[in-house]
């Protein structure tokens, strides 16, 4: 079945370095690749998708390229700052719907942590 | 429109016990999801209606879990004689368009507790 796999955390970083948060996933076709974010406290919230090969999601100075030959959709962000301190998660929506297909298949997150 | 709304926040409970939870939508979303996360796991999808029309279901919906969304508006969902494998936390999205085009808004979830 469909599966995502994203880096363990936790992630731990001084503020202004540059964030990579790994992501590779399995799945039949092409499916939509989608990164949501929950701060503390707070619900999941979509930081960032791609629908298709090459397209490249951005948000908030995040940034995340599909990338079918890899079938990878690394999170990356040139200088991050305290306030980005949350859980990523990395999700895919298989390619067709019915049959069971419409849910998201999430990561197990990725804690990560901005010192000042 | 505050967003998605789920009640209660917590559910302390015995094992075999019923619990029902309830989820408020954002107003005008005709798309709404039920999903289980459990602690350092990714949320897991667990059943999903258009309006009332409970479209998908995952395996991980056993006959113990049923959920409702009667007008198309708020939706519950009920887990009967409690287990303590049930324990997670409980997250409901909302979503307004069609299937390529949507984001989902997450509510803060309810913490099911089963002793």
């Known amino acids: 079945g469909d599966s995502v796999t994203q880096m363990e955390g936790p992630v731990t970083l001084s503020e202004e370095a540059f964030l990579t948060i790994n992501c590779t996933y399995t799945?039949?076709?092409?499916?939509?690749l989608f990164w949501y974010v929950q701060y503390p406290g707070e619900g999941l919230q979509l930081l960032l998708k791609?629908?298709?090969?090459?397209d490249k999601g951005s948000n908030k100075g995040f940034e995340a390229t599909y990338r079918k030959e890899t079938t990878s959709f690394h999170l990356e962000k040139g200088s991050v700052q305290v306030s980005d301190s949350a859980v990523y998660f990395c999700?895919?929506?298989?390619?067709?719907?019915?049959?069971?297909?419409?849910?998201?298949?999430f990561g197990k997150g990725t804690h990560l942590i901005i010192q000042p | 429109d505050t967003g998605v709304s789920q009640n209660p926040r917590h559910k302390i409970t015995k094992r075999g016990q019923n619990v029902t939870f309830r989820c408020d939508p954002i107003?005008?979303?005709?798309?709404l999801y039920w999903y289980r996360q459990t602690l350092g796991q990714g949320p897991e999808f667990l059943t999903y209606?258009?309006?009332?029309?409970?479209?998908?279901k995952s395996r991980l919906l056993s006959d113990r879990f049923s959920a409702e969304r009667p007008k198309g508006s708020f939706s519950t969902l009920e887990i009967q004689r409690t287990e303590q494998g049930d324990s997670a936390m409980y997250l409901c999205?909302?979503?307004?368009?069609?299937?390529?085009?949507?984001?989902?808004?997450f509510g803060s979830g309810t913490q099911l507790s089963v002793l």
């Open positions: 999700a895919l929506r298989p390619m067709y719907s019915g049959g069971g297909a419409d849910g998201l298949t």
């Open positions: 209606f258009q309006n009332e029309a409970q479209l998908e």
């Open positions: 999205a909302s979503s307004l368009g069609d299937r390529d085009h949507e984001k989902l808004f």
């Open positions: 791609a629908t298709k090969a090459d």
């Open positions: 799945a039949t076709g092409y499916p939509s």
């Open positions: 107003s005008e979303h005709n798309r």
